[in-house]
């Protein structure tokens, strides 16, 4: 197999016109093959993502196709454990937690551009006149950043295509199809507008804290149609924008248009965050519901997420964001130790759910979390205001799922607190969280001691009553995976992500419940779960990915 | 000199439609006279308004009679070191870091309703009618909130006289004058809106996240005219609203309307927070110019801050917000060591200016700081990239002024950070933070252990280039006063406050500068601030405010 990035170094022989379409490979990086990686370090996640090697960023292209099958593709730089010579990594998962590494998708066209971040989708009806005998043709959109003499330049939207289901791609050779002079103008994210019968893209032009919506018939030729600008928190830049539609549970209609802005740096807490802003959408323009900001995520580690592509607007969707933050991302201890930076956060249910007052709110939970369990660990249905204490120094993935919940509870009985605490049997060294019935939620990972940056800010909590206990319950849930931590408040209506850095593998659990009334239920479940990326080593604990080339739902080798 | 609320107490007795008149009087409370203070505890600033004893939050009534005496209120509860009895404190500066403590100003009618937040203003015109003789009769306007039973009651909003310029208060025979039946309806920020020669009330319908408009000619009837509602962060609540006219330096019009929402719980850091809309204001509506949603302040302890009433509007502005958390304000140690809690931030100079990008930035920095300046400890024009260390222990405030600068910044030279410690040389304890070149700011208190709590976070930063470099310069400038410190980025163009607590008194200060480019110049300066407290204090240390009864400007002793 002829790999496409080097015949795209050949075709780019044959005339200027095809010149945009050149390929150039840093030395050293594998062409053909995945990347190798080893994911037994202390700090590897084993049910989240991340790179076989060197340094990760935002998630990109996200879709799942007719079979199923989701593709992952995310900033990669493949030769240093910090950003700059992007490309798009690749993987792919039937479940969300175990992902098969791929080649690397996008390369860059010469040593100082580089493929920034960017969405896929399937043309399904042949759109673009790419995919005459197929209906799983993919084309990606992406920007191009030029750094010439390591100075910013220009940032245009390009597509590259792709006839074997996502794992290899052509680049179009009438690139780039939106140009610009701009340094500030980037993240194409596409989505077809069925109504419409046409493409929408949403993209950044960072710099002016501004939402640009462009639709297109066809992929290619692409017109400017509106602008979302200065909504919510502004930070000092707005980047990857999504929007999609998503159920809207008790909502006054059954689906609403979600939009979703990244800001970075300046997001409140420091560094980048995400926001959006629920409304409606007419194929054109979006009009938020109201003037209110409202965040993502609680803690510090939840940026650039983005929506699967191909899952209709009435079931709920699915993302992955990506789970660190650029405060301090480029010094975190996995570099130097393991040779890696970065994972992604866990794949997450969202919808929209009608919220006591606040209108409306965007629930993320875990997506089906229950496929990685390998064994209940604790299990108690009326725990009472006592505690658990676990040691789970026997778990081999070091990787937990706990839930909390607190029933019957009524007016006069919604009192009390779950409380949580992970911790090191040799070092001491800790991170604990809780919530209070109708109060606040926190989390602290300060007392963890592989890390400190003056960014590297130890607590977090939110408060919210949205529906509150209202139905009678109080419930946080959790997974813990080496060096990153995310929890959910009733059922998603909060959630944090949160990375933390202990010189000592965390491998005890206690988890309780302090102040409830006597009439009010505590139930505790903790489940081990699996290591996802041991099943997939040799025995030296590398993992190869998909090193044969085979294609999961594609006409791979078409070449 | 019999006291008003005596006074009142009487007059109830006559009939029922003046009932609403009646006053409780907490026992052990000093009716006629300051409660007497100790300002000497590790923990007191010394330049800061904290409050003689108990517990302090919302600043209240703020205004500036016509002989630049300004009058601070505040939501005290002078019977214990929690809040919940609340009653309006009262203190007066000339210089606003130099307090006499006054009279508890507002009491409560009976021991099941509190005097919450409000404001003030001077009836110059005498629009009310109740000052036919003067023109600094003064109206208060506040909240009272019942609670029946320890239930949440009715708020409503309420008015009352003075004719001693602020000293002493009669509850107006026909209040409320704006009744409600909702737990949650409060905070009435008053202002004069000399075009259209009519007064206008802004507060907070606190659970609907909305801010109600009213108008009145004669601050007895007041009309409902629009509200502002859902706009930027929500948190679980709104309070403290604020309007008030301010000078627009660089832009496009000399002055504009600032509407600063306090929200609480639900910051995005956690608890309570405040933010602000820049926009228009025709004297019943208000349209902020876009739909972004800014913070004004970086750190965790800038809540409810309120504008002196009385300053027109093309002149800067002057505020005092709480220097606090109610997250963690009922649990700091000033309570069980030293009886006291709470203080109020530096008194600030406030405008908006035109900045790089975001449009508009709300400047806040401290109100003619070298008032109190008593000694320049150190001085350095030309310091590179090196460090200053200073033994401050023999300064008697504790409280120091720094300012660092770099100028001659050329866009190639924009780089270097400026950095600053303050320890105890006995304990090690310190906090720290510093500013890079168009980067970030950043403050960190996790290194003092008198006090910790799930929601005590550590480290706080922002990120702005706003004017930036432009103008060639990079600044910080912070005030540290015992248990508190602010700082002040470009002017003000980014600020923090946070309070912090050591075991062992800050007596030794780094600051330097690192990575600057040759050149450009970084200028050092630090300078002893007064002990303002210790100036009126007694042999033993105790502040008795003003137990005379003199009055300054204004007709005390009426009755």
Request: proline share 6%; aromatic share 14%; glycine share 10%.
């Amino acid at each position: 197999m002829l790999s496409v990035a080097r015949l795209l170094t050949a075709v780019c022989l044959v005339g200027d016109v095809l010149a945009q379409t050149s390929t150039y490979f840093s030395p050293g990086v594998p062409t053909d093959t995945p990347i190798a990686g080893n994911y037994t370090g202390a700090y590897r996640p084993r049910v989240h993502f991340s790179p076989p090697t060197e340094f990760m960023n935002d998630p990109n292209g996200m879709f799942v196709n007719a079979d199923g099958l989701y593709h992952l593709y995310y900033q990669y730089d493949p030769t240093a454990t910090v950003a700059g010579n992007q490309h798009w990594g690749h993987a792919t998962s039937k479940d969300l937690y175990t992902w098969e590494n791929q080649k690397i998708a996008l390369w860059t066209p010469n040593n100082y551009t580089f493929v920034f971040s960017g969405s896929a989708v399937v043309d399904v009806n042949n759109t673009s006149g790419f995919f005459p005998n197929q209906t799983n043709g993919v084309v990606a959109i992406y920007t191009l950043a030029q750094y010439p003499n390591n100075a910013p330049g220009p940032q245009t939207q390009n597509i590259a295509t792709s006839h074997d289901g996502g794992y290899t791609f052509d680049a179009y050779a009438s690139n780039p199809v939106i140009d610009s002079t701009s340094t500030q103008f980037r993240d194409p994210k596409v989505l077809w507008y069925e109504p419409g019968q046409h493409w929408v893209m949403v993209l950044a032009f960072a710099a002016d804290f501004s939402i640009g919506i462009y639709t297109s018939p066809n992929l290619k030729d692409w017109t400017p149609q509106s602008n979302v600008t200065n909504v919510g928190l502004l930070g000092l830049q707005y980047e990857c924008p999504n929007l999609v539609e998503i159920p809207w549970e008790d909502g006054p209609q059954e689906t609403a248009w979600l939009l979703a802005i990244s800001i970075n740096p300046g997001a409140p807490l420091g560094g980048s965050i995400t926001q959006y802003f629920a409304g409606d959408f007419n194929g054109t323009h979006f009009e938020p519901f109201d003037r209110a900001a409202r965040i993502a995520d609680f803690a510090k580690d939840n940026y650039a997420g983005q929506w699967f592509s191909g899952i209709p607007g009435t079931e709920s969707q699915v993302s992955i964001a990506w789970a660190s933050n650029w405060q301090y991302t480029q010094q975190v201890p996995t570099g130097p130790t393991e040779g890696w930076r970065s994972q992604m956060s866990l794949p997450r249910v969202n919808y929209l759910k009608n919220a006591t007052r606040i209108g409306y709110v965007l629930v993320s939970e875990p997506y089906n979390i229950s496929a990685v369990y390998t064994e209940e660990l604790a299990y108690n249905s009326s725990l009472g205001n006592s505690s658990i204490l676990l040691d789970y120094s026997s778990v081999e993935s070091g990787a937990l799922y706990f839930e909390a919940n607190i029933t019957s509870l009524s007016p006069t009985t919604a009192v009390g607190a779950l409380n949580f605490t992970f911790s090191s049997s040799i070092s001491g060294e800790y991170i604990t969280g809780g919530t209070v019935v109708n109060g606040d939620t926190w989390l602290d990972r300060g007392h963890t001691n592989a890390f400190d940056n003056p960014f590297f800010t130890n607590k977090f909590s939110a408060t919210g009553l949205y529906s509150g206990s209202d139905n009678g319950t109080w419930t946080i849930s959790g997974v813990i995976d080496r060096s990153i931590f995310e929890v959910f408040v009733n059922g998603g209506e909060q959630s944090g992500t949160m990375t933390f850095y202990a010189t000592q593998p965390l491998d005890t659990m206690r988890i309780g419940a302090a102040g409830i009334a006597a009439n009010a239920t505590v139930s505790v479940g903790v489940w081990a779960l699996a290591d996802t990326w041991a099943a997939l080593a040799d025995a030296n604990g590398t993992v190869r990915g998909n090193a044969t080339g085979s294609v999961s739902n594609g006409t791979y080798g078409r070449m």
